[in-house]
């Protein structure tokens, strides 16, 4: 009932019963020729690690799937999170190469960092500071604890942490900004955030942008007046990542933003 809420929230009722119908049709057409989905295939005949190889490789724990509805937090737009789910490292550099800004201007944000991950993978750029922010005071120590355990050649000398707290209040830091989102929340959430960013920019004029991966609110996003769509791709797993994705995925898509106005 919480997931049928969160489609109904992001796509409304016609959004939703047309996804729903699709996918119905989806699974009578495979049921009628017997043939499984190859993502599905591939999955089965070799099944993804237990531990990503990244988090093997550096001695950390920023896998695993963890539901939204299985995220213990008090705050009130805790229903509305759609869980933790670390990403692939290729997809996050492929992007931010593509997008190539003056990294040690900026501070790099993860709303949403779960445990981690991408603060990690974003020290491989030299950002003037790395912040991670999550719901779940569970999930932010965690983030804490890989930070503190994290080495690799490449990584930045950037001061880099996590805090527990709420994305549509948090104190946005000064100067420019490179906010990042792996899908964290609902649509009733991401309103109230895109606001905060917005009137946080307003007293304070500097660049935002917005990386969005996995991005289920483009619809929203791209109808808000104070948002301007920059590109849009879909970047292929390469490597390790493709065999260690839980769902078979071999790519995802990538939406950024600037904020203006």
């Not at 009932?1 to 699974?27: C, D, P, Q």
């Not at 920019?201 to 769509?229: H, Q």
Request: contains cysteine; aromatic residues 12%.
């Amino acid at each position: 009932m919480r997931r049928l809420r969160h489609w109904i929230a992001n796509r409304g009722w016609k959004g939703t019963f047309l996804e729903a119908w699709r996918l119905l049709k989806v699974k009578l057409r495979r049921k009628r020729s017997g043939a499984e989905p190859a993502a599905e295939t591939a999955v089965a005949a070799a099944p993804p690690p237990e531990v990503h190889p990244f988090d093997q490789r550096y001695g950390v724990e920023s896998g695993g799937l963890i539901w939204g509805e299985r995220l213990r937090s008090e705050e009130k737009g805790g229903y509305w999170a759609t869980g933790y789910y670390g990403i692939s490292p290729s997809v996050l550099w492929q992007a931010f190469d593509r997008l190539a800004l003056d990294w040690p201007s900026f501070t790099f944000i993860d709303i949403g960092c779960g445990k981690g991950r991408a603060l990690m993978l974003a020290l491989k750029y030299p950002f003037r500071r790395v912040l991670g922010v999550e719901l779940s005071a569970e999930l932010a120590n965690l983030a804490r604890e890989n930070l503190e355990r994290f080495r690799a050649d490449w990584r930045q000398e950037v001061p880099a942490e996590a805090i527990a707290g709420d994305a549509t209040n948090v104190e946005l830091p000064a100067g420019p900004l490179l906010l990042y989102l792996y899908h964290p929340f609902a649509a009733p959430v991401m309103i109230p955030f895109l606001k905060h960013v917005h009137e946080a920019m307003a007293r304070k004029p500097r660049e935002i942008y917005l990386v969005y991966i996995n991005p289920e609110l483009d619809t929203l996003l791209g109808r808000s007046a104070f948002l301007e769509k920059l590109w849009k791709e879909c970047f292929p797993l390469l490597g390790e990542d493709a065999g260690a994705d839980r769902f078979g995925s071999r790519q995802e898509y990538v939406s950024v933003y600037r904020f203006v106005g």
